[in-house]
């Protein structure tokens, strides 16, 4: 029986992708980098996953996973979180939130759609966050923009501004 927070080495084979990613640049450049680091020094953190099913999902450390795959490892150490759908957004949430280094664009459209997914206001959404709605309100109309704004501004060519 898997107790909650405790970490297990799971057999990658068994991992699918998170069903609602936060990030669509899992395979940039900068993850041959952090294969190199994994390689060299081996996993600093485990991922988080959850069961469903026989199987499991990822809800933090896609990137480290791919890693590992890009590394052909057969097992990878996971914390196993008992979590629903609107937890599991929550977490990515806050797992990737307050990285610099995620695609405004990417993050608007998660937003939005954890939004919709948990029947949430932009005002409930803002506390949830710890930001304020002025911020939550700025990351979501990025999807209003023309397509080739929506692409400037996820290709860091043009600011959110």
Sequence with gaps: MTTQNQIELIDISLIDEPEHAMRSDVHDDDMIALSKSIEQFGLLQPITVRKVGDRYEVIAGHRRLTAHKYLRRQRIAAIVRVADDVTT?????????????????????????????????????????????????????????????????????????
Aim: hydrophobic residues 40%; proline residues 4%.
């Design 89 to 161: 957004d929550a977490i990515k949430v806050h797992e990737n939130l307050y990285r610099a280094d995620v695609n405004p664009v990417d993050q608007a459209s998660f937003l939005y759609e954890y939004m919709q997914r948990s029947n949430l206001t932009i005002e409930q959404l803002a506390e949830q966050l710890n930001r304020t709605v002025s911020w939550v309100l700025s990351r979501i109309q990025i999807l209003s923009y023309p397509p080739y704004l929506i692409e400037f501004v996820g290709e860091g060519k043009l600011s959110m501004a």
